[in-house]
């Protein structure tokens, strides 16, 4: 719905105010009243090297959810403020993953004997405390759209994709599953899925030894609605449409679609499509709606027929972020969010890894 005209001024006020000293950053998922106020729009991977490249900004406003925001708190400098609009807007995915499970889990690989031959491979949607688990170990992390330059990377580290060496991959079993198979050649049966609520991850000393990718059980709620049953309907009703979508989809509707892709890779393969083509996409309903609207010339389809936004990224909305910069324009700061310094250090370790992969 239009955003209300007088909520819209302000907007344009405050940040008329904030001048320079204010980066809003954006993510793909967020509504289009707040892109509408972003300096840069990204994926996670974009957002976060943004993040790092501004640091005359004093203030940088993260519309995204609160990882994104402790990974722009990490790669800015100590006089710069990250500011989250709304405290509430977490990550499902992310919050599977308690470092305490973690570190019970590598205790069990341990146990087992397998943990120098482990490499820990962290999805960007995690907390700084994951991620500092990650650096601590030598591993690195990684997002949707480097997650296969990041497996190789780790494999080479303990032998190879050929050798014997494992991945700790966490927190989404999907992306780590995907790429793994799908990108890197593994089969199904290297995955081993480790549910932190069971003894052992649920799993055999036997079957821990013998795993390739040890997928941590986690998932994201919106990606996983979409089923191969969407796939085939969507082909029955558009005949000749691609089918893309993201890597947090389940395996099988990852090999039933055409391509597979971060929310960066399909907003450029739209921008290179052919006018008159047909796209099923398979991602966050904000973004796909944004897409359709700026290629009147080609059909954009939303791969599921139910509404499926991203609550959370959702709470970012224009009057937190009016409340945000009005805040700042008093001189009272709101929502900062900082990551304890033991955690940023590691959790640093593990970014600049990322950030150094080739390509
Ligand atoms: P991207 O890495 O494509 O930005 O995705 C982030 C995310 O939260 C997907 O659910
Ligand atoms: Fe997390 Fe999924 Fe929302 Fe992305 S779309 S922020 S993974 S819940």
Known sequence: SPSDPDLVERARAARAALGERAFVLGHHYQRDEVIDFADVTGDSFKLAREAAARPDAEYVLFCGVHFMAESADILTS??????????AAGCSMADMAEIGQVEEAWAVLQDVGIADDTVPVTYMNSSAAIKAFTGRHEGTVC?????????????????GVDGTGKVLFLPDQHLGRNTAVLQLGLSLDD????????????????????ARMILWRGHCSVHGRFSVRNVEEIRAKVPGVTVMAHPECKHEVITAADEVGSTEYIIKALDAAEPGSSWAIGTELNLVRRLAKAHPDKQV?????TVCFCSTMNRIDLPHLVWAMES???GRMVNRIVVDADDAHWARVALDQMLALPG
């Not at 100590?78 to 405290?87: F, G």
């Not at 389809?301 to 027929?305: A, E, P, R």
Request: proline share 5%; aromatic share 8%; hydrophobic share 35%.
């Open 78 to 87: 100590d006089a710069q403020q990250v500011v989250l609009p709304d405290l």
């Open 143 to 159: 997002t949707s759209s480097n997650a296969q330059v990041a497996l190789r990377w780790a494999f080479d580290r303990v032998g």
């Open 191 to 210: 995955c081993v899925v480790y549910d932190p609520r069971k003894p052992r991850g649920g799993l055999t000393e036997q079957q821990l030894r013998d």
């Open 301 to 305: 389809h939303y791969l599921d027929s």
């Open 328 to 330: 700042l324009v008093e």
